[in-house]
């Protein structure tokens, strides 16, 4: 190994060189403003995060301004927030926004400039040099072109980019196959729930009609309802917390996942509140009122805080048990997806700001068993839960 004087290329390889980016390959700065209905038209949303592929393209009929011309080989890179990580191997002739750069490579093999504009040190640097606070972004003449380029010879560069088409095919194979079993395990979580609340654990207890468009039978001896009569909804307020000056949380609309957890981690002292904020506390469970569905749904039972205070978005719906129903399982009942889309079937309001509205959970009805076997029911789906969870590992990284 040798030393080299780029901090991101502290050591290279015997036999190695390195040479600035603007010595090995030619920017491309042919541009044109004339549409066309061709779909060979990129913007930055096409290109996929981190992956070097590309989800869309598209025609320039609605462009107003001057677009890049590449060829089929270049590399792109955006330059726009480089974190995004966005590059590309141009597999065909096209044109793109003025935010992504096109590299023609010359003294470079193109797949092997492809996975160093891809590579972590690359992206790292660009991160450390990106310049405006919310829309950071590179320059090529002062930056980009200075970088560095570790340079083997040219076959060995060949070899290596070889190496990695064939490493990240069988990762993207990898990742694929435990997208499918995500998928499975999820629908087979989403059956389960339905099933414990819904029919109970017992397969051979007697059951009567529910007389619900979502459900057909229930076990008979459990109680009709309504949720106005075994929970209050959103019984809290807005607003500043009692206490001034004191530690509270604050639970975004993206601090609930999907899978019902709470991430309270970020504590906040509220020194003012200009409105729409959701009290809730320990036992409560909140439901989107937005998006429903499980595709994309969310909600959770709140089961500790780290504050005396808890304020959420006002898209959420809080409930709170009262002594007829156990709060998890309640939980559990209004997750159930088969009730979350008859939910969104229901939802109230102007297009594109549909809603969840107080009125239709409070006359929902539902069928709730006894506090011991809901207990039973609890105890079950989160032993399940475990077992979910355990399975549902992360798919592999294909970063470079």
């Known amino acids: 190994m040798k030393e080299q004087h780029d901090s991101f290329l502290e050591t290279l390889p015997a036999g190695w060189t390195f040479d600035r980016l603007k010595d090995v390959v030619t920017l491309r700065n042919e541009k044109t403003d004339e549409a066309s209905a061709d779909e060979d038209y990129l913007e930055l949303e096409d290109i996929e995060t981190s992956t070097g592929r590309i989800l869309n393209r598209r025609n320039t ?3 107003e301004s001057a677009v890049t011309i590449f060829k089929k080989g270049d590399i792109l890179f955006g330059k726009l927030r480089p974190y995004l990580e966005k590059y590309y191997t141009a597999d065909f002739d096209g044109r793109c926004t003025g935010e992504i750069l096109a590299f023609k490579p010359e003294r470079i093999a193109s797949r092997f400039l492809f996975y160093c504009v891809g590579s972590r040190w690359f992206i790292e640097r660009c991160n450390a040099l990106a310049y405006g606070a919310k829309m950071p972004r590179v320059s090529w003449p002062t930056q980009l072109a200075q970088f560095n380029v570790p340079l083997p010879p040219r076959p060995e560069q060949e070899r290596i980019a070889a190496y990695l088409d064939a490493s990240c095919a069988a990762i993207d194979a990898a990742v694929a196959a435990k997208c499918r079993q995500i998928e499975t395990l999820d629908s087979l979580r989403k059956t389960t729930i339905h099933r414990a609340v819904t029919q109970g654990l017992n397969p051979g207890v007697s059951k009567k009609s529910a007389g619900l468009d979502w459900l057909a039978e229930v076990p008979a001896h459990w109680a009709p309802s309504r949720i106005k009569n075994i929970a209050k909804l959103s019984p809290g307020y807005s607003g500043r917390p009692p206490v001034n000056d004191e530690m509270c949380t604050f639970v975004p609309m993206e601090f609930l996942s999907e899978a019902g957890t709470l991430d309270t981690t970020s504590l906040l002292v509220f020194e003012d509140v200009s409105g729409g904020l959701t009290l809730f506390e320990v036992g409560d469970v909140l439901f989107a009122k ?26 959420f719906h809080v409930l709170r048990p009262s002594c007829a129903i156990n709060g998890k399982f309640l939980y559990y009942y209004t997750y159930n997806p088969i009730f979350r889309a008859y939910a969104a079937e229901n939802m109230s309001g102007a297009a594109g700001q549909k809603r969840v509205s107080s009125q239709f959970l409070k006359e929902t009805r539902l069928f709730v068993p006894p506090l011991s076997e809901q207990l039973k029911i609890i105890s079950f789906l989160t032993a399940k839960d475990k077992e979910f969870r355990t399975l549902f590992v992360e798919p592999p990284s294909r970063g470079v």
């Open 61 to 63: 009929l609605e462009v």
């Open 290 to 315: 937005i998006t429903p569905c499980m595709e994309n749904g969310k909600g959770a039972f709140v089961e500790s805080l780290p504050s005396r205070y808890a304020f959420g978005s006002t898209e």
